[in-house]
């Protein structure tokens, strides 16, 4: 488990807050990447698209259709900051898979960041834009009389247990990913297992480069239904 110790980027000694550490180098690569994906790869805005601009555009597609579908029209003006989230986990997920790297959302401080922003902002979004009526999101009036006040504890339990589960799915995924990685390259040091264990390395790191994609979707369609309850409780 020594990947996901937090390490001075210069020298050793006790960190602070103002610390540059290996957590906030990969996430600068993040940051810069992203940059270079939407900004530098796309500044030409070339009728017949480059490899780079193509990808750039397809991903603007993708998130853009996944916004409208789950939140409706209302919901496309909160897409920059959707999309903006997208990105970022998913290439923090992808950069974490280069060797020697940090994998910056196997860390439940920065997972637990990212879902409690958008927890407060659909909360506050949802009363801005309903008021009380926002409430009715945990009144299950479609069940019988008697049971909704039950239901309504469970609602209301389940919703501010969002947060947890929104950070903790994608830090788990990926630390145990990483985890099981390093154990196969562990076994490949004895010279017997190595062939085998080999096999597996390559097997996880396939399989851990389709969770970081499905991690990463998984987190940004979990926002749009939260986004969702927030512009349309009552739906």
């Given amino acids: 488990m020594d990947q996901f110790i937090i390490k001075p980027l210069f020298g050793d000694g006790e960190i602070y807050w103002y610390t540059p550490t290996n957590v ?15 900004v530098v790869t796309t500044r030409k805005r070339a009728t017949i698209p480059s490899r780079s601009q193509s990808i750039a555009e397809l991903t603007y597609g993708f998130i853009y259709k996944m916004v409208e579908d789950v939140t409706g029209k209302d919901g496309l003006k909160y897409f920059p900051y959707i999309m903006t989230l997208f990105l970022f986990v998913l290439f923090a997920n992808f950069l974490g898979l280069v060797p020697m790297a940090f994998t910056t959302t196997s860390h439940i401080a920065v ?5 409690f922003a958008v ?3 659909v909360t506050l979004l949802g009363f801005v834009k309903n008021g009380p009526a926002f409430l009715s999101l945990f009144w299950v009036s479609s069940a019988p009389l008697a049971i909704r006040p039950v239901l309504a504890i469970i609602e209301i339990i389940s919703y501010f ?16 990913g990483h985890a099981v990685i390093k154990v196969f390259a562990t076994f490949a040091a004895a010279v017997a297992l190595s062939p085998l264990a080999i096999l597996g390395v390559t097997a996880m790191y396939g399989l851990e480069v389709l969770v970081c994609f499905i991690q990463a ?3 940004t369609i979990l926002t749009c239904v939260y986004l969702k309850d927030a512009l349309h409780p009552h739906h």
């Fill in 217 to 219: 979707y998984v987190f």
């Fill in 24 to 38: 906030t180098f990969w996430m600068a690569l993040t940051i810069i990447s992203v940059v270079l994906l939407l």
């Fill in 111 to 115: 997972t637990a960041t990212l879902a």
């Fill in 119 to 121: 927890f407060l902002a």
């Fill in 161 to 176: 247990v969002r947060p947890v589960s929104h950070s903790i799915r994608l830090a788990g995924n990926m630390t145990a």
